[in-house]
């Protein structure tokens, strides 16, 4: 199977975004991955690329501007466009009364999850308008549609980028680029994982936090987005997918 589409995948080296990556693979996308564990850049490259994939590394600190201009500089140079791109990189905080939040807490978070969202969506359009085509994906959270005690911080930030996710939508529906977000539950990653072992009742009590009963897979997380990378799907735009067993419908 033929596929000519570039897509973009940050945070893309474990995770939702690894999860992605190998997805998108699958369907012989190229994939470029914007990460800054470097370790782990050959293993999830090679697993990419036997299933069919060819896969990229790019080390981008998301914090810095100046690293996200010079990294999409090269997706120009090396690959000629952008046809996708999953802006997934993130991460939260401990919960904790809002009271207690520090202002480095809230530049970092402000930081990865809206504003490094922003530039990347300005520089994924730019690229995108050139070829007439353009599939973008946020992921946002429950946190991003529900209130939760102790998580001021993470629902603003979750917020906001639902908030890009309409606004940006609109700017650019008749230029055949969509724009969309998942909200994923719970999800084995590799940072939940050894709870299983160390702090089985935390584990149960994530599992339990999904209607299934059960932790969600990265997989299932990446078969959304390649959906919603598709040429079919332009008629998409604009919306927050909930891939959680049913969490947000029951609150």
Known sequence: MENNKVALVTGGLSGIGKGTVLELAKQNYTTIIFDIQDDKAEEVIDEANSLGGK?????????SSKEIEESFQYIRETFGRLDCAFNNAGFGIMPKPFDEVTEEEIDKELGILV????????????LMKENGFGRIVYT???????????????NACKHAIVGLTKGAALDYAKENITVNAIAPGTIET?????????????????????PAG?????????????????EDSSFI???????????????
């Open 55 to 63: 896969a990229y590394y790019r080390h981008c600190n998301l914090f």
């Open 115 to 126: 504003k490094a969202h922003m530039f990347c969506t300005i520089h994924e359009v730019k």
């Open 140 to 154: 946002t959270s429950g946190a991003g549609l529900l209130g939760s005690k102790g998580m001021a911080l993470y």
């Open 190 to 210: 590799e940072l939940v994982s050894p709870y299983k072992e160390t702090a089985p009742d935390v584990y149960a009590q994530w599992a339990a936090s999904n």
């Open 214 to 230: 059960r932790l969600g897979l990265p997989s299932e997380i990446g078969r959304v987005v390649v959906f919603l990378f598709e």
């Open 237 to 251: 735009n604009g919306t927050v997918i909930p891939v959680d067993s049913g969490f947000c419908a029951g609150k």
